[in-house]
Nanobody, 116 residues
């Protein structure tokens, strides 16, 4: 059974850090393009980071470049999003996504709230 389970969200002060995890089962993350999305209150969902299958190439939204890092651990079949220097505008529900050809999988999301 295919499953993506996110964890690691929570409440953090501005300037703080969080690491989100996306644990996959039923497929191999190294063969999929993996992305982290977020949806802020009242806004559309946006992609914040991606990691590709070739050469561990990564890509980031301009708003998070230099602060967020997407990582893949093939041994654990898990993708991470390391988030540093968090800002209030980073608040939202973060979801991971896996795509390969016609396969398109989503996790349930984890809430990240950046507030003092």
């Amino acid at each position: 059974q295919v499953q993506l389970v996110e964890s690691g969200g929570g409440l953090v002060q501005p300037g703080g850090s969080l690491r989100l995890s996306c644990a996959a089962s039923g497929f191999t993350v190294s063969t999929y393009v993996m992305r982290w999305y977020r949806q802020a209150p009242g806004k559309e969902r946006e992609v914040v980071a991606a990691i590709y299958t070739v050469g561990n190439t990564t890509d980031y939204a301009d708003s998070v470049k230099g602060r967020f890092t997407i990582l893949r651990d093939n041994n654990k079949n898990t993708v991470y999003l390391q988030m540093n220097s968090l800002k209030s505008e980073d608040t939202g529900v973060y979801s991971c996504n896996a795509i390969r050809f016609q396969n398109n999988y989503w996790g349930q999301g984890t809430q990240v709230t950046v507030s003092s």
